[in-house]
Nanobody, 122 residues
């Protein structure tokens, strides 16, 4: 069994910064893609950014230049550094991992964290 454990959400004023962390627990051999999505009330869940191991990094257009995603492959952890936050960034942020392989050979195609609330006040 694998779990994604998120931390770092909270309340911040507009223009401020927050860092989110997500660690994958379990006997992890490999993770293809790790990333972050977000969902605001009444809206669909949307991609924020993701990073493929040994591959590309993708950002949503509205986050480019303000958010930075980073992976620590050895620690099975992904970070999201959020700067110049705006009230419209208020959402629940979800960690996502695609293509988890454990050492016993189990493959998890798509795994989600429980979400962490980010609230940006104006």
């Amino acid at each position: 069994q694998v779990q994604l454990l998120e931390s770092g959400g909270g309340l911040v004023q507009a223009g401020g910064s927050l860092t989110l962390s997500c660690a994958v627990s379990g006997s992890i051999k490999w993770i293809d893609v790790m990333g972050w999505y977000r969902q605001s009330p009444g809206k669909q869940r949307e991609l924020v950014a993701n990073k493929t191991a040994g591959g590309p990094t993708i950002y949503a257009n509205s986050m480019k230049g303000r958010f930075t995603i980073s992976r620590d492959i050895a620690k099975d952890t992904v970070y999201l550094y959020m700067n110049s936050l705006k009230p419209e960034d208020t959402a629940v942020y979800y960690c996502n991992a695609e293509g988890i392989t454990t050492w016993d050979g189990t493959y998890y195609r798509d795994t989600w964290g429980q979400g962490t609330q980010v609230t940006v006040s104006s």
